[in-house]
Each structure stands twice: as C-alpha cells, then as structure tokens.
C-alpha cells in the first residue's frame, strides 16, 4: 500500500534556529497538507497546497512558517526562528481530489517530533 | 467551521469487551475517517466511510450522514487497541479535514 513518509522522525532543536521538515507525499496524489499536534490535543491543519501553490492556511500558519515543493516529489515545511511553542508532532498527508469511486481520503505519514529547547 | 464531536473522553475496558465510540460534526461532509493514534504517536487510518457501513475484522463503522454522527465499533478488544482514536471530517465545499477531540481508549488485561 502505497505511504506517505517523513523525515526526520523525530528533531531536536534550539531556540531560534531553522527548521525543514520534509515528506515525500503519494505518487500520484494531488493535494498536500501539514497538520499539527501538539502534545495531548487534537491535530491541527496548517496548511494546504495544490497546483505549487498554497490553496488554504490556518490562523497558526503566520509568516514564521513556508511551504515548498522543491522538485517532483517532495514537499517541506520550513520554520523559520523555532519557538518553544512550535514543539509538536507535524503530520503530512496528501490525497487525490475527491472523485466517488476513486476517493479513499487523506492518507498521513508518521510525523515528526519537533522539539524545541 | 464544521464542529466535531467525540464521546467518550476517555474510556477503561477489560481486554475482550466491546465498545461504541461516537463523532458528532455539525455540517454535511464529503469525507469522515476514523484514525488510531498508537502510543507512538503514528495516525493509523481506520476507515474512509463518509457513508454507510465497512468492517475489517474486529473494528466497524457506521456513518449516518443525515442524522450528522458516525460511530466506530470494537469487539474483543485486546490491548494493542490502546491509543486515542479520532474522528476526522471534510465539510462539502471543504478541501481540509477535521479532527475531533478524540477518545482515549485503554485496555487493560
């Protein structure tokens, strides 16, 4: 069954420095998400992104943070300036767009552990 | 926005019991999936069921669009079970999904 992956599994880093959080979304998929969960809550949508540009973003989506798809097959978050409270699980998940008899939803990657120290 | 709903919380169950878990949204939606967050913090995909009903061996579900509640069946739960499981919907028009607060589930032997 075709995944979604994610690297790093898990990132450790200081206050203050950049961070790139990078998937590699389903071949063939279409749209592109990053989803975030903050220890103990619910996830989070960050953002969306189809057509190599973002089609929506969430509130939490400010200008500390960038999308980027680089060539044909990955897609990143980048951080720019990391806070304490951008510590958090990142999820990526891609789908097709949505067509009845060929819809089989968002699939997700296994995330990233963000921490910030 | 679309508000999802989960109950219980939190649920306790002795390994082989079986168990409802209910999701609320409060919007017609083109998508609902249940996911299973493993203690590893993974998002395991359970069911794409905007509608009707689907089994895969000891999990269901059922999706009542009409009525606005999907609800996620576990017979003879085993620990491996334990984790929280999320409900998660796309309201129609919508391209992003929604996750629920989640229910907390443990099983213990």
């Known amino acids: 069954e075709p995944e979604v992956t994610q690297t790093p599994s898990h990132q450790v880093t200081q206050m203050g420095q950049e961070v790139i959080l990078r998937c590699v979304p389903i071949s063939n998929h279409l749209y592109f998400y990053w989803y975030r969960q903050i220890l103990g809550q619910k996830v989070e949508f960050l953002v969306s992104?189809?057509?190599?540009?973002?089609?929506?973003k969430s509130e939490i989506f400010d200008d500390q943070f960038s999308v980027e798809r680089p060539d044909g097959s990955n897609f990143t978050l980048k951080i720019r300036s990391t806070k304490l409270e951008d510590s958090a699980m990142y999820f990526c998940?891609?789908?097709?767009?949505?067509?009845?008899?060929?819809?089989?939803?968002?699939?997700f990657g296994s995330g990233t552990r963000l921490t910030v120290v | 926005g679309i508000q999802v709903e989960q109950s219980p919380p939190d649920l306790i169950l002795q390994e082989g019991a079986n168990s409802t878990l209910r999701c609320n949204f409060s919007?017609?939606?083109?998508?609902l999936q249940w996911f299973h967050q493993n203690p590893w913090g993974q998002l395991i995909n359970l069911f794409y069921?905007?509608?009707g009903t689907k089994q895969n061996g000891r999990l269901s579900a059922t999706t009542v669009a009409t009525e606005r509640y999907s609800l996620l069946y576990i017979s003879s739960s085993q620990t491996t079970d334990s984790g929280v499981y999320f409900c998660?919907?796309?309201?129609?028009?919508?391209?992003?999904?929604?996750f629920g607060t989640g229910t907390q589930l443990k099983v213990e032997l």
């Open positions: 998940a891609s789908r097709v767009p949505g067509q009845p008899t060929r819809d089989y939803g968002y699939t």
């Open positions: 069921i905007p509608s």
């Open positions: 998660a919907v796309e309201p129609g028009g919508g391209n992003k999904l929604t």
């Open positions: 992104f189809y057509n190599n540009e973002i089609s929506e």
């Open positions: 919007d017609s939606v083109n998508n």
